[in-house]
């Protein structure tokens, strides 16, 4: 069972395969399938409150696997932000370099990680945010590699951005069997509709939101937990509090 701890603080390259296009449509259709069939994979769902963006994602290698912990957190993108709606992908993931998801004025406001058994790679879907309020400037957009096949990654970005559409690799060992994703969002700055200013709340100090356990007990299989974490920042008296749901597999 998830567990939620609250805690209050005074302000917190890429290996790409070299697949042939016959193997990236084969790994993108048996990805589907193995998802939609609801067979060999373990979900870990890690979805951002509406109005939310993902602000900070890290993963952890466990000794023998390719995932050990998956941390995700998510902070409020505006102070209120009109009728946001947020949906998982539907598109058939190919992971050949193309934009995944979460195209357009979307941002990505959480993951669900799918723990596959073929090789233990962890495949990202996106939950993809839009409302009529948030405006995606193209032009500030900066693509970045979270990890190299079998990495950790650690990314985080400013209050004034978004991660925005997501593309990946796929990363087979010498016998062809799946080993991992390599995975590149953008980052983006945005703006919000009607020339409103944007209060990023650039007068406080960041958020430092280290809660919940570091560590799972002896025999489980990861190492570390798994982390969703809303980091809610009060922009009047830059006090943050910091909400957190863990588990151990």
């Not at 589907?32 to 602000?55: M, R, W």
């Not at 998801?101 to 990505?108: E, K, R």
Request: glycine share 8%; with cysteine.
């Amino acid at each position: 069972m998830p567990v939620r701890s609250t805690a209050s603080r005074t302000t917190l390259e890429m290996c790409v395969s070299g697949w042939s296009a016959v193997k990236y449509v084969f790994i993108g259709v048996w990805i589907i399938f193995t998802v939609a069939a609801g067979q060999n994979f373990k979900d870990h769902p890690l979805v951002c409150e509406d109005g939310y963006k993902v602000s900070s994602i890290k993963r952890g290698i466990a000794e023998g696997k390719n995932v050990g912990s998956l941390t995700v957190e998510c902070e409020r993108l505006i102070s209120t932000v009109r009728n946001p709606t947020c949906k998982k992908s539907s598109s058939p993931y190919v992971c050949n370099g193309t934009v995944e998801a979460c195209h357009s004025d979307s941002w990505i406001g959480g993951f669900i990680g799918y723990e596959l058994d073929v090789g233990g790679a962890l495949l990202l879907q996106p939950i993809c945010c839009r409302s009529d309020d948030v405006k995606v400037i193209e032009q500030t957009c900066k693509s970045v590699t979270l990890n190299v096949a079998g990495g950790d990654f650690d990314r985080s970005i400013k209050r004034n951005q978004l991660f925005h559409s997501l593309k990946c690799w796929s990363q087979q060992d010498l016998n062809g069997v799946l080993q991992d994703f390599v995975w590149q969002p953008s980052v983006c700055e945005f703006a919000l509709s009607g020339g409103r200013p944007n209060r990023d709340g650039s007068q406080c100090s960041e958020c430092n939101c280290d809660c919940g356990p570091f560590t799972c007990p002896d025999g489980g299989v990861h190492r570390r937990p798994f982390k969703l974490i809303h980091k809610r920042l009060n922009l009047s008296t830059c006090q943050c509090r910091c909400d957190c749901i863990f588990k151990c597999m």
